[in-house]
């Protein structure tokens, strides 16, 4: 006998609990993930198809929505079947950080715009740390020989996307600081200040 013994039979009774928090973190993380992926995939297509043809673009079309919904199930299916739908987790993994640089950018032009401006401290520094974070570990994953040139273009779009999206968030935080802090004119056209 070994001095471990006992945490060898006291955590053999812990894999049933190991088994069902598996199962669900796959029911709630990966299959969530998929439908989500799904969804927006779908209504993606609905749209760009919409541009034409109109009737794709709307979500109601009978036709359109089946069509599309076809066309990403069959897309998710053949990454399945040919066991490639790997290659795809490093663009989710730069999505999903990327998908969080968004929501801080938000929450501060939220604060900036309702007044709130000096709380914006609060999510700027660590939207600045995800974003460098992760723009940092994209350009590492990219440039390794493992990376393929569907993902490197997938990941450069959405990297691109969400920097002009900050910067036009920036922008806007500081033509909405910079007015804020402009005299308020008088009612017979003077400023005060």
């Known amino acids: 006998t070994s001095a471990f013994d006992w945490a060898d039979s006291g955590l053999h009774g812990l894999m049933k609990y190991w088994y069902h928090f598996a199962i669900m973190f796959e029911a709630l993380f990966i299959l969530t993930t998929i439908d989500a992926g799904t969804r927006i995939a779908r209504y993606l297509f609905q749209e760009t198809a919409g541009k034409l043809y109109a009737p794709f673009a709307r979500p109601n079309w009978w036709p359109g929505a089946l069509l599309a919904t076809a066309v990403v199930t069959v897309g998710w299916g053949a990454l399945v079947w040919s066991g490639q739908i790997t290659t795809i987790w490093p663009m989710f993994g730069i999505a999903n950080q990327l998908l969080a640089v968004l929501a801080l950018a938000l929450v501060t032009t939220w604060l900036v715009n309702s007044g709130r401006g000096r709380y914006a401290w609060v999510t700027i ?32 779009f959405v990297i691109v996307s969400v920097f002009t999206v900050v910067l036009m968030a920036a922008g806007r935080w500081l033509f909405r600081l910079a007015s804020s802090r402009r005299p308020a004119p008088r009612g017979n056209g003077e400023t005060v200040g």
């Open 125 to 156: 520094p660590p939207m600045l740390f995800v974003t460098t974070t992760t723009l940092s570990a994209g350009s590492i994953m990219t440039f390794t020989k493992q990376f393929n040139y569907l993902n490197l273009g997938l990941v450069l």
